[in-house]
């Protein structure tokens, strides 16, 4: 179910790791997931649910390893690609769970233009290495 929930990327797709605003569009994205009114991920709220149970986190790291993480440190050049693929990923499963699950103020909806460009600067140092 994790595998058929992840088959899909929604962010990291091929078309945005390719596009040379990359960083731009990747920082944008998940504040547009996270949006109040937007539907949270089925993998992700898998994920997040499976946490507790040993057996569900081995399922959910070898399909986040062998599908995302693969794909993004593939479309990244340069030194230490899978490290800076998987702190990507983390970034952004970060933002999801703060301002989609904790609901932090400071990530709240009025604010996107200041995270936006925060979010922008922390991709970008990622992504352009």
Known sequence: MLSTANRRPIIATPETLSAPDRAA????APLKKTEPEA???DGFLIMLRSISNQRAVEIA???VESH???NVTEAL????AAERAALLMSLV????IMRQVVGLDALSKDRDAALE?????LVARLVDE
């Not at 050049?77 to 230490?80: K, W």
């Not at 499963?93 to 999801?96: C, E, I, L």
């Not at 460009?117 to 600067?121: A, I, M, S, Y």
Request: net charge positive; aromatic share 0%; hydrophobic share 40%.
């Open 68 to 70: 995302h993480q693969k």
């Open 39 to 41: 539907t949270a991920l």
């Open 117 to 121: 460009r925060v979010l922008g600067d």
């Open 93 to 96: 499963a970060g933002v999801q």
């Open 77 to 80: 050049l340069g030194p230490d």
């Open 61 to 63: 790291r070898a399909v």
């Open 25 to 28: 569009r990747i920082s944008k």
